[in-house]
């Protein structure tokens, strides 16, 4: 049985990333910040496994990759972040740019034992600086930081065996999204695992879109 840890699990595209692996028959490792609550991810059914995570909290994320200990996962999904609406600006980006970076360290080991081998972040179109000159807004911007992350752990991540993208979702009918936004979860989440399921090492290290399409940096 193959294995998904989705990172950011409680709604939107990660309970449904959790809704769609299961019902494949995947056991999937769903994190969310209320466990005790779970809502919608607690009716899935199937092999899903409920972690409690906030991504700044160094404690849980520890606790986390000590659960999957003798576990390999074979797609790692990073989904967990913010609109930033409202928000500091250094906390933003302690959610939206740190936080994937430091839950891919913990979990690589984990990644690692699988057969797959794969390792998404979610990340946006609006953090692509091409055409763009100053800032992104605070979301692009934290965005095109993780981006600029990823690129920088990448190198060391393929040495390791790793298939690391980013991955931009589309413009999804969520919480962060809003109503007018064109795509439904579904649909989203389906060409995600498309495009997931397809992965090979030669895809390592690039920025790619829901539909399979590289998008620019």
Known sequence: MPTAMIIGASRGI???LARQYAAAGWRVHATTRTPAQPGALGAIGGEVVIHALDVRHAPQLEALAQAVATEGIDVLIHNAGVAGRGMDPAEVRRINTDAPIRVAQALLPA??????????????QLGARRGHKGSL????????ALNDAFR???????????????????????????????LSVEE???????????????????FWTWEGREHSW
């Open 111 to 124: 990644v690692t034992r699988s057969s797959e081998k794969k390792l998404v972040l979610v990340t946006s």
């Open 152 to 182: 920088a752990h990448a190198p060391a991540w393929g040495r390791g065996g790793l298939v690391a993208v980013v991955m931009h979702p589309g413009w999804v009918r969520t919480d962060m999204g809003g109503a007018m936004a064109p």
């Open 14 to 16: 990660g309970l449904e």
């Open 137 to 144: 807004g605070l979301y692009g911007d934290s965005k095109a």
């Open 188 to 206: 989203s989440v389906r060409g995600m695992r498309q495009v997931i399921a397809r992965l090979t090492p030669a895809d390592h290290g690039r």
